[in-house]
T-cell receptor
Framework: EDQVTQSPEALRLQEGESSSLNCSYT??????LFWYRQDPGKGPEFLFT???AGEEKEKERLKATLTKKESFLHITAPKPEDSATYLC?????????FGTGTRLQVFP | DTGVSQNPRHKITKRGQNVTFRCDPI?????LYWYRQTLGQGPEFLTY????????KSRLLSDRFSAERPKGSFSTLEIQRTEQGDSAMYLC????????????FGEGSWLTVV
């Protein structure tokens, strides 16, 4: 059965303190690994899709990487506006399977 | 491109009542998904359509839940005889059918059953 596990569940960072979020997955046939950002009370906002091991994508202070078993979302010099829940999902058999997310809080 | 639109955004209903949510996907997106999300959890897949055909339903989708996409455009999700355990955010998403296309989510419809 496809499974996605995210860690940590919650992360508190000081502004400017870089860190990484982990997404480990078990899937029969990966057709894409997605990262979304979700603000409280809102729908997930698309960030990245990664398709093969070794692939990397960047957007502002965020960089996503992918191996055969896990993905990392690196946050460099975060700002308070980066505070949100970050969701990881694998795409297989025509649907996304999500992890439970990492709740990130960045303090000034 | 106006994004995925969901209505109503919030619904409070009494236990036992029926509720219906509507989703308007991004224009020309032939795939439409419904997910459910509770506090502290990731979205859980409920069902999806390709055009007007409902291709898969999760075991989470009990007999009280029904989804339609009659003309391959907008979709409705109806919950009959609501229970307190149905309280959640119901998310709709859409994408084009080709490989590698992004799945975009709406803002969700919050349901509170009292």
């Amino acid at each position: 059965e496809d499974q996605v596990t995210q860690s940590p569940e919650a992360l508190r960072l000081q502004e400017g303190e870089s860190s990484s979020l982990n997404c480990s997955y078990t899937v029969s046939g990966l057709r894409g690994l997605f990262w979304y950002r979700q603000d409280p009370g809102k729908g997930p906002e698309f960030l990245f899709t990664l398709y093969s091991a070794g692939e990397e994508k960047e957007k502002e202070r965020l960089k996503a990487t992918l191996t055969k078993k896990e993905s990392f979302l690196h946050i460099t010099a975060p700002k308070p506006e980066d505070s949100a829940t970050y969701l990881c999902a694998v795409y297989n058999t025509d649907k996304l399977i999500f992890g439970t997310g990492t709740r990130l809080q960045v303090f000034p | 491109d106006t994004g995925v639109s969901q209505n109503p955004r919030h619904k409070i209903t009494k236990r036992g009542q029926n509720v219906t949510f509507r989703c308007d996907p991004i224009s020309e997106h032939n795939r439409l998904y419904w997910y459910r999300q509770t506090l502290g959890q990731g979205p859980e897949f409920l069902t999806y359509f390709q055009n007007e055909a409902q291709l898969e339903k999760s075991r989470l989708l009990s007999d009280r839940f029904s989804a339609e996409r009659p003309k391959g455009s907008f979709s409705t999700l109806e919950i009959q005889r609501t229970e307190q355990g149905d309280s959640a955010m119901y998310l709709c998403a859409s994408r084009n059918g080709g490989p590698g296309n992004t799945i975009y989510f709406g803002e969700g419809s919050w349901l509170t059953v009292v």
